[in-house]
């Protein structure tokens, strides 16, 4: 597979456990922020947003939790399973026009779960 | 998966030699782009595109071409292959979530290896 990041911040987790994974990001002018799983050897995927105007938005097993004071982004996920292993990163979003903009990405942290 | 493929998946070529990557998207998306991904830089933007023959350089952009000649394809080319161009190559498309926030979605990359 590919090695998507060597030297990442590492997280590892029991089966069932609760994870947290945390992100600075850089720009207190960003408009929208993602969380994004990425399995070896695929390309990243999307997993929940959040807007600025937000603090804590719910998904499905994932909560994504934004404090703009401190300029922090996280991702928590439920009952962490064997297939949540993987290198999630954040990612903010600075609009440019309309809808669209420049992602900027976070280096990403990889997560281990332990059976 | 967004509908995106990438071409080739693979590819080893030597130094100096021109390479085209070939990305397809099957559900006429305006938005492409095109992002490296190397370890310790995460993701970054290379080129991206807002329409047929509409295009502009993103973060990281000295040493290659990109061209939109219809909307469902995006090519990016390497004129003169370097070594420092190795790397994992992924296209995006922008798309609305449920939110409706346009957010960006991945292919499933293409690795390079310039000798």
């Known amino acids: 597979g590919e090695s998507v990041g060597l030297h990442l911040p590492t997280l590892s987790v029991q089966e069932g456990d609760n994870s947290i994974i945390n992100c600075a990001y850089s720009n207190s002018a960003s408009d929208y922020f993602i969380w994004y799983k990425q399995e070896s050897g695929k390309g990243p995927q999307f997993i929940i947003d959040i807007r600025s105007n937000m603090d804590k938005r719910q998904g499905q097993r994932v909560t994504v939790l934004l404090n703009k004071t401190v300029k922090h982004l996280s991702l928590q996920i439920a009952a962490t399973q064997p297939g949540d292993s993987a290198v999630y990163f954040c990612?903010?979003?600075?609009?440019?026009?309309?809808?669209?903009?420049?992602?900027?990405f976070g280096k990403g942290t990889k997560l281990s779960v332990k059976p | 998966d967004a509908g995106i493929t990438q071409s080739p998946r693979h590819k080893v070529t030597e130094t100096g030699t021109p390479v085209t990557l070939r990305c397809h998207q099957t559900e006429n998306h305006r938005y492409m782009y095109w992002y490296r991904q190397d370890p310790g830089h995460g993701l970054r933007l290379i080129h991206y595109?807002?329409?047929?023959?509409?295009?502009d350089k993103g973060e990281v952009s000295d040493g290659y071409s990109v061209s939109r000649s219809k909307t469902e394809d995006f090519l990016l080319t390497l004129e003169s292959a370097t070594s420092s161009q190795t790397s994992v190559y992924f296209c995006?498309?922008?798309?609305?979530?449920?939110?409706?926030?346009?957010?960006?979605?991945f292919g499933p990359g293409t690795r390079l290896t310039v000798l």
């Open positions: 595109s807002y329409g047929v023959k509409d295009t």
């Open positions: 995006a498309i922008s798309a609305p979530t449920s939110g409706n926030t346009d957010t960006q979605y």
């Open positions: 990612a903010e979003l600075h609009y440019y026009g309309g809808s669209q903009g420049n992602l900027i």
